[in-house]
């Protein structure tokens, strides 16, 4: 069996990360690879129970507030869920992880981005990603594929500056860390997409 990989998805609401995410791990299984899907906020009980919270249309929480949440849930999901599954040689594949956090809290929010990096800090000491695989959409495609959801949650509400400030973050963040960070043109069509997915997959199956 291959070691233990950490890949994650990323990218503003509308961006299409779940249409991919079946796909990445159909590429990870035909490879050999034992594979763990996970999400975030969530994949734990507490990080559930912590994810209702926070998407919950209801909850009308401070930004500061919903950085330590997103925090705490993370924390669980690396005790119960990720490291564990890693040190089993199996390969995690989440759908959000910290970078969420300086794009929406940091980037759509406007918190400072030093506090930011002291949680993750403290939650996650030197654990990040192997692959990040972020799926960049103009704001207003992705809007246009969130108006097709009949319950939008509490982020997929929020407004186009707000979203405009969130791809920017994420643009900077790929930026900051581009051997991490792989950016792909998510507005392109499906079957193109996926082989720019592909590509990125068999250079970390073939080199690591």
């Not at 996970?38 to 994810?51: F, I, K, N």
Request: hydrophobic fraction near 40%.
């Amino acid at each position: 069996m291959k070691p233990g990989k950490f890949i994650t998805l990323e990218g503003i609401d509308g961006a299409g990360k779940s249409t991919q995410l079946a796909w990445i791990v159909q590429l990870l299984q035909q490879a050999g690879c034992a594979t763990v899907v996970t999400r975030e906020p969530g994949g734990t009980p507490v990080g559930e129970q912590l994810r209702a919270l926070l998407l919950d249309k209801a909850s009308n929480m401070h930004p500061e507030t919903e950085a330590l949440l997103m925090f705490a849930a993370r924390r669980e999901h690396l005790d119960k869920v990720i490291l564990p599954a890693l040190s089993r040689g199996q390969w995690v594949i989440s759908d959000r992880f910290s970078d969420a956090s300086f794009a929406y809290q940091g980037g759509g929010r406007g918190l400072d981005t030093q506090k930011l990096a002291i949680l993750e800090q403290w939650t996650q000491g030197s654990v990040q990603p192997n692959l990040t695989l972020y799926f960049d959409v103009p704001v207003e495609l992705g809007q246009q594929r969130v108006s097709l959801i009949k319950n939008a949650d509490r982020f997929e509400q929020e407004q186009n500056d707000f979203f405009q400030r969130v791809r920017a973050a994420y643009l900077d963040r790929a930026q900051q860390f581009p051997q991490r960070i792989k950016i792909i043109d998510s507005s392109l069509p499906l079957n193109a997409v996926k082989a720019a997915v592909a590509q990125i997959l068999q250079k970390i199956l073939k080199h690591g």
